[in-house]
């Protein structure tokens, strides 16, 4: 299985699928220093985006959002790919700036046929999400 | 979108990580936006200055950037989170001064001149009509595309520093001159006696006509002053970044009337200026200065605090240029011999003040929104005479 999206920062990653059905706010809405989700009745409140193939549908919040990724990548508590159904400018800008891979523009069927702990890759490069194994 | 050859070796990494870097930002934000190219810009404001907004991610990130990237355009810098002659007197620990200083340095070693203000077109970046920027800092866009005429988009800390670097900025939104049509007649039936009522009035139409781009007619006169204070609020409660207004702005007569017409009465206004005043009497602190004040708005203020004492804290935040000259022309003398404190490089909103103050008098709708988003004060929104006075008094009447 494979979704073709459209490059957004490039690289090539490799890990466990998290799936947000709801859009991220990572100023506030992610702790800096842990990678753990800390916005209140968030979907995934309490769980770590460390290592993960993070998929939603775009970034929300403040600019400052983007310093807040560069900040989990610096601690290396940073998600290894970030996949997005629409980009917007501040997780588009703070991948770049940490040199996460980020595609966007895949399916939204993604959050039907991917499940929490599939391993996937993710080509930044050509914009590619390739399935790996079943969890 | 398509790159120059220039601009594909610049993405390549020929000229270094940290052109690079900036030449991906601008082709990402490019692409999401469906921009067809890059086109060159002449200035660049830079907003994410205060170390209590940006923190050490910020500060983390502008070192490592600034390791490989120089500005190519002439770039100024937003306020930052505190007036390092003053930052005892603004009850700010000297760590937070520290960190403060090394941020403004970092700018600086890039070639970003540290003006550290919100009206960059008070201190020497004065874009023309029809000249290509990028800035960020919401009041000033709104101002350089409406009364100046230059071309910006809303732009956050981070691309407007990737565009002064390359030099150039994606083509896209307020860029092209379809995206700056007015959507909206706004026929005000209303005289605006006060510069706060134009702020309030800005709070006035974005409470009728929302995002649309509206075209103001029967404003008659406004001064800088008057505008800048407008932009700043149509900016907040709108998240405007052009206005047009008949007979005042720079492309009014470029386009025709909008259909669609709301009206704004006296009544609108009473009703911004009720919304605008939260419930006390003992007043802590007057702020004026948001957007930082002129020349003129000082030489007014110490006019009005002429042989008076102030019982309440009065803050006046202004540029380290405009003060200067309001030295050398004694209005500072004036105003600090009233016991109230004129302040460079940064304002209320962006200093850490969360909780140091309760009430606040100001002049400016978009103050009345942050100073209570993010400092939590209770706050009233009054005329430049009424918050002298609540300040002399040390309580509202």
């Known amino acids: ?135 | 979108m398509y790159l120059t050859p220039e601009e594909e070796r610049i993405l390549a990494g020929e000229y270094g990580e940290g052109m690079r870097k900036a030449m991906e930002i601008l082709v990402a934000i490019g692409k999401i936006y469906d921009a067809e190219r890059l086109i060159p810009i002449s200035s660049a404001q830079i907003s994410g200055v205060s170390y209590h907004n940006i923190g050490d991610a910020g500060l983390e990130f502008l070192w490592d950037f600034s390791r490989g990237a120089r500005v190519r355009v002439k770039a100024t810098l937003n306020p930052g989170g505190v007036d390092l002659g003053k930052w005892r007197e603004m009850k700010i620990d000297r760590e937070f001064m520290e960190k403060q200083g090394e941020v403004i340095k970092i700018f600086m070693s890039m070639g970003v001149e540290p003006t550290l203000t919100c009206t960059p077109y008070l201190v020497g970046n004065l874009p023309k009509k029809g000249e290509h920027i990028a800035w960020s800092e919401s009041s000033a866009v709104a101002y350089a595309n409406s009364v100046l005429g230059a071309y910006t988009n809303r732009e956050s800390g981070i691309s407007a520093l990737a565009a002064a670097i390359i030099g150039k900025t994606p083509m896209y939104g307020l860029h092209l001159k379809e995206n700056r049509r007015p959507e909206v007649r706004v026929v005000l039936k209303t005289e605006l006696n006060y510069r706060s009522d134009y702020s309030v009035l800005g709070y006035a139409i974005a409470s009728k006509a929302g995002h649309s781009i509206p075209y103001i007619e029967g404003m008659g006169k406004a001064d800088l002053e008057a505008l800048k204070l407008f932009a700043a609020s149509i900016a907040t409660y709108a998240g405007a970044a052009i206005f047009h207004i008949k007979g005042v702005t720079a492309e009014w007569m470029d386009f025709e009337p909008p259909g669609e017409t709301i009206e704004i009465t006296s009544r609108d206004l009473e009703e911004g200026y009720e919304y605008l005043r939260d419930e006390f009497r003992e007043v802590d602190m007057v702020w004026i200065g948001c957007p930082h004040t002129s020349l003129k708005e000082l030489e007014e203020i110490a006019g009005l605090l002429k042989d008076k004492e102030v019982a309440a804290e009065l803050w006046i935040t202004t540029s380290r240029q405009v003060k200067r000259m309001a030295e050398e022309l004694g209005y500072i003398e004036t105003i600090e011999k009233s016991g109230a404190k004129v302040i460079i490089d940064t304002c209320v909103a962006v200093a850490p003040l969360l909780g140091k103050f309760k009430t606040l008098v100001t002049n400016s709708a978009k103050a009345f929104y942050y100073s209570r988003g993010v400092n939590r004060f209770r706050v009233k929104v009054a005329n430049l005479e009424k918050c002298i006075d609540a300040a002399v008094r040390g309580e509202w009447v």
């Open chain 1, 1 to 135: 299985m494979e979704f073709r999206g459209r490059s957004i920062s490039k690289g090539f990653a490799k890990g466990e699928v998290l799936l947000s059905r709801e859009p991220i706010s990572f100023y506030g809405g992610v702790d800096p220093n842990t990678g753990v989700i800390v916005e209140k009745n968030h979907p995934l409140e309490g769980k770590s985006i460390k290592d993960k193939i993070l998929i939603f549908p775009r970034g929300k919040g403040s600019t400052v959002g983007s310093y807040i990724i560069y900040r989990l990548a610096k601690n290396h508590m940073a998600p290894n790919a970030i996949v997005n159904i629409e980009a917007e400018p501040i997780v588009a800008v703070g991948a770049i700036i940490s040199g996460i891979p980020m595609i966007d523009k895949v399916d939204e069927k993604i959050f039907d046929l991917l499940e929490d702990g599939d391993v996937v890759e993710v080509d930044g490069d050509r914009g590619i999400l390739r399935w790996v194994e079943k969890r």
